[in-house]
């Protein structure tokens, strides 16, 4: 299969939007992250048109080398080539039953930002200039947060049911995580900045390290305990329609990344 690339944000948008069709065909629960991240392509092009960011030509370059990464990963894995372990992780619980809706987005979030991101960061930066991205990171970093809003909205749909039983359990508030992503992506900011110093001959070591303590993580998302489990599985089982119609239900509102702190997210990203 054919590992594509994009060179433009829109290529971005047209190769996810494939990926999103083969996947409602396939019933493939890597659509449902995919789905995300084209909402969220799609705030940064926006963003990119509106002049919202200090240098335009700079964050779409950074945008299509970050979906790059994850596009690479998708086709790698298709192909039955082995892509990072943390995205290999990922990919291989889209086969699977028991992930709900909100582990397929968390396991992609996790990869995509604690991993790639930081690598395509210090890819359009040099140690003399990488804070001068900052503040365009900040801004990506509201664009995003400004998705929170739809959470509730859209995990209903998908999980009729969800909204009573976490309230039941005293739960609602430490179960989603804040869209915002605030530390990890203040964990991305910081390996970019670390990154970015390396030498070329000690990046590829480095990766590999980083990638070994995202898996841990996304471990910790795929397992995050007896009682989470417990009430993921009652999730799974009252989750609303097939694959595709999830997809499609996910589609409709804006998009949004949720906060667990039964995951110990913020503990364990704070490590990196």
Known sequence: MEIKQATTVDEV????????????????ASGLFATFYREVTIKIKEGII??????????????????????????????????????????????????IVL?????????????DLGIACASVSNKENIGDLKSDFDKINAILGDLVESVEKCLTVIWPTLTILLK???????????????????????????????????????????????????????????????????????????VAQKIIDLSKVNH???KVHQFDWQTETARL
């Not at 582990?103 to 991993?115: E, P, V």
């Open 13 to 28: 948008i047209q190769f996810l939007d494939e990926i999103i069709e083969h996947s409602k065909l396939e019933q493939k």
């Open 50 to 99: 509106n002049g919202e960011f200090q240098d335009g030509t700079r964050i779409e370059k950074l945008d299509v080398i970050f979906a790059n990464r994850y596009l690479k990963a998708y086709y790698l894995h298709q192909s039955n080539q082995e892509p990072s372990a943390c995205w290999e992780f990922t990919f291989q619980k889209t086969e699977v039953f028991w992930p």
């Open 103 to 115: 582990q397929h987005l968390l396991l992609g979030i996790n990869a995509h930002i604690n991993l």
């Open 168 to 242: 039941l359990s005293g739960k609602l508030d430490n179960f989603l995580i804040d869209f915002s992503m605030k530390t990890a992506r203040d964990g991305a900011w910081k390996f970019a900045n670390e990154f970015v110093l390396l030498p070329e001959n000690q990046r590829d070591a480095e990766i590999h390290q980083r990638d070994l303590k995202i898996t841990q993580i996304a471990l910790l998302v795929s397992n995050p305990g007896y009682f989470v489990s417990g009430v993921f599985k009652i999730i799974r089982l009252f989750e609303k329609g097939t």
């Open 256 to 258: 949004y990344e949720p």
